[in-house]
């Protein structure tokens, strides 16, 4: 059963990875991402680092029904948030007629994908609550769950770097980002390049 | 502030890794609650709708 408990934890984790280099591949063909789509991003790497933690507290030692709660707790927690920003942004394009924002993958707008993933991390978090160990147990496949683990901190790098390029040394990011402010703000964008504009609908 | 986000979060990871579990508690509710005031800041300010 501890066996199990590693690999869904792990498959936790690559589920969502996935998501988010999806939307990475999104991004890298042009479809810049808005302010809520980085905040959902943001969720979801804070509902993988529930299992995330669980992981890498059994390197070091026996895990207990404790550290399966407080983990899984947190992924519910970032979930709940991630949920409330993904379902504001279906309900802001929800009206008969309004294309949504950016291209649809598989059926679907990256926003309406957020919401069925932070569902199902809710969902399965509970599950996974449902069969807490009665006695602290060892996880293995420790070597696995470190590529895994390792896995998830590339994504937050590279989302981090990302988004430095997309914001620049501004606040916040605009409405609609259609191109990486920091070449502007570093001077390395030549004379001809489009200044923001309004024509694609807000997020 | 969403780059800075994202540097809380890849810091809660590293905490986490290096056994710092305490700390990596921190980070993370830290994340949380920045990524909610931005949340807010984008909902409430640049866009139509109002929570």
């Given at each position: 059963m501890n066996a199990f408990r590693a690999i869904l934890a792990m498959f936790c984790i690559l589920a969502v990875c996935g998501v988010l280099l999806g939307a990475f591949g999104a991004q890298l063909k042009g479809d810049m991402p808005c302010p809520l789509c980085i905040l959902q991003r943001m969720a979801m790497l804070l509902c993988v680092a529930g299992p995330a933690w669980l992981l890498a507290r059994s390197w070091k030692r026996e895990v207990d029904a404790i550290d399966y709660a407080q983990c899984y707790g947190a992924s519910i927690i970032a979930a709940l948030a991630g949920a409330t920003m993904s379902g504001r942004q279906v309900l802001i394009h929800i009206a008969p007629g309004d294309p949504g924002y950016g291209e649809p993958m598989l059926g679907m707008h990256l926003y309406s994908w957020a919401f069925v993933v932070f569902a199902t991390v809710i969902l399965v978090s509970g599950l996974h609550m449902l069969a807490l160990p009665r006695r602290a147990e060892r996880l293995p496949f420790a070597g696995a769950s470190r590529v895994v683990v390792g896995l998830a901190v590339a994504i937050a790098a590279l989302n981090m770097v990302a988004v430095f390029f997309e914001e620049g040394f501004h606040l916040v990011l605009p409405?609609?980002?259609?191109?990486?402010?920091l070449l502007d703000d570093l001077g390395?964008?030549?004379?001809d390049a489009q200044p923001a504009s309004s024509e694609t609908p807000a997020p | 502030m969403d780059t800075l986000i994202f540097l809380l979060i890849v810091l809660t990871f590293m905490a986490m890794w290096r056994g710092k579990h305490r700390a990596a508690g921190v980070l993370f509710v830290l994340a949380l609650v920045a990524m909610l005031l931005l949340f807010r800041h984008h909902a409430t300010d640049t866009l139509p709708i109002s929570l």
């Open positions: 409405d609609n980002p259609n191109e990486y402010r390395l964008r030549g004379d | -």
